[in-house]
Nanobody, 115 residues
């Protein structure tokens, strides 16, 4: 089993920045994909960004150029630097760990962007 603990959410004005962190613990397989998804009010959960343990990244079009995902594999931690935030970025952000058919989620952290 893998546990994921997120931190760093909060309230920020439009144009501001936040940095999310997610620390994984437990039965970590070194080769994996970690990333971030979000679920806005009345919306389905959607991909924000993912990064493999070999540093390959994937971003949603809506965040390209504004968000940056990074990892510290020694600490099993993934980060999401969010810049130029917009009100439409308001959502609960969930950390995700995936290896083959194993898929784990964090409890979520709220990000609210005021206009």
């Amino acid at each position: 089993h893998v546990q994921l603990v997120e931190s760093g959410g909060g309230l920020v004005q439009a144009g501001g920045s936040l940095r999310l962190s997610c620390a994984a613990s437990g039965a970590i397989i070194p080769i994996n994909v970690m990333g971030w998804y979000r679920q806005g009010p009345g919306k389905q959960r959607e991909l924000v960004a993912t990064q493999t343990s070999r540093s390959s990244t994937n971003y949603a079009d809506s965040v390209k150029g504004r968000f940056t995902i990074s990892r510290d594999n020694r600490r099993n931690t993934v980060y999401l630097q969010m810049d130029s935030l917009k009100p439409e970025d308001t959502a609960v952000y969930y950390c995700n760990y995936r290896y083959r058919d194993l898929n784990y989620w964090g409890q979520g952290t709220q990000v609210t962007v005021s206009s």
